[in-house]
Each structure stands twice: as C-alpha cells, then as structure tokens.
C-alpha cells in the first residue's frame, strides 16, 4: 500500500483543499506514478483530484460518471449540494466573472498586482500564482450594483455568509476576496464560453465599462455555473 497516496487523499477528504505548494500536492503534480496511483484509489471511490495551474489550492470532487447515480435522473437533476438558492447561484456568477475573469488575464500576461503594467514578466516564467494576481471587490459597490438583483442587502448577506463557509470567497473588511473554491469548482472554461462567447457575443463591440457590466448582468439574471460536486462530508 502506497502510505502516502492513503494520506494525502485523507488529508483532502479532511481539510477540503491543500495549497499547491503543500510538499505531498507538489509531488502529486509532478510524479506521475504517484499521480496514477491517487487518481486510481480516488476513481474506485467515485472521486477525483481537481487542480488547475491559475488555482493556488487543489481540491476533491466527485467524478462526472457517478453524478447521475448520486444525483438522480436529469429531469430531477440538483445541480449543486451546496444548497444554494437562485439569487445565491447567480451572485456566485457574478463574483466568478468579477474576480476570476479579470485574475485570468493578468495570469495569461505574467502581470502581478503590484507589477506596473508596462513590467510584464518573461512568458517563459511559470504562471503567477493567485494570491500574487487576484484582487478582491468592494462589498459596497457590489451591494450598490446587484442588490436589487440579488435578493437586496439581507439576501446577499446571507449568500456572502454561505460562500464564505463553503470556501468559494473570502471576507476582509469591506473586500471580498477569491476563496481557494472559486477558480476550482467552477468549470471556468464552460461558463467562460457561455456568458462571452455565448449570448453576450454582440456585447464585446461595445465599451469596456459597458460589457463587464452587462456580462454580470446577464450572469445574475439567466447564468447557471458549472460547480464540480464536492464530496459530502
């Protein structure tokens, strides 16, 4: 028995999610044999690794060929366990397209927060991480932006309560910043297609300051995301 693959899944299955710079994730990354051999115990359990290189924290959930059998036939379909609401799944959205998107592009140009934007790293550096290119929203502006949208100050709290405990966002102050979910659990490439390239194609002729927020307009009115199923505690 490989003692370490048995610990580190445990350690997954406990914490939820381990940083990418932990010793034993950064050699699940690297080895391939070692890799091998967590994705096979994780397949015979249902399960698999999640980790992308934007992402500073890898994470669990539950393969795609037993979602139908944990979550039912797709005319009852539970698109989440994580029981959020409408307004909760669409503030979700909004807070992907506002963080994550946004943490994308400085990553695809090498360009850290606190790099001037003419100071752009060699592109044969490896991906900055999240923590060195994300930046958080104001709880305000948001409040004063979606609230209506987003089931007022009451119902937003709550939801901002909820995503916090879950792990997809983090509350500092008056910021609200990316949770080591975020980037994880949602399926960023699916739903990037969906709100930019999708309905919102005709969007992106128009001004910057009018595109983003039409794109999280539309986001928290029609949008659903693509959440990758976390294991059940």
Request: charged share 30%.
């Amino acid at each position: 028995m490989n003692d370490d693959a048995q610990i580190l899944i445990a350690r997954l299955l406990t914490h939820q999610t381990l940083r990418r710079d932990d010793k034993m994730v950064k050699r699940a990354l690297s080895d391939d044999t070692f890799r091998a051999e967590i994705d096979k115990r994780l397949l015979e359990s249902g399960l698999k690794l999640i980790d992308n290189v934007y992402a500073d924290h890898v994470t669990l959930a539950l393969h795609r060929n037993v979602e139908p059998k944990i979550f039912g036939a797709r005319d009852i379909w539970q698109n989440n366990n994580f029981g959020l609401t409408r307004d909760g799944v669409a503030l979700l959205v909004v807070l992907w397209a506002q963080i994550i998107l946004p943490k994308r592009q400085r990553q695809e140009t090498h360009q850290a927060i606190d790099v001037d934007q003419s100071d752009m790293f060699d592109k044969d550096n490896p991906i900055p991480r999240a923590e060195d290119t994300s930046i958080g929203i104001s709880y305000t502006a948001l409040l004063a932006d979606f609230g209506d949208k987003l089931g007022k100050k009451t119902r937003m709290d709550m939801n901002l309560g909820l995503l916090s405990k879950l792990g997809f966002i983090e509350r500092r102050l008056d910021v609200i910043l990316e949770g080591p979910l975020l980037d994880l659990l949602m399926d960023t490439d699916l739903l990037k297609e969906r709100i930019i390239n999708g309905a919102l194609a005709d969007v992106f002729k128009r001004a910057p300051t009018a595109v983003v927020r039409r794109v999280v307009n539309e986001a928290a009115n029609d949008a659903e995301p693509v959440v990758a199923e976390e294991p059940q505690e």
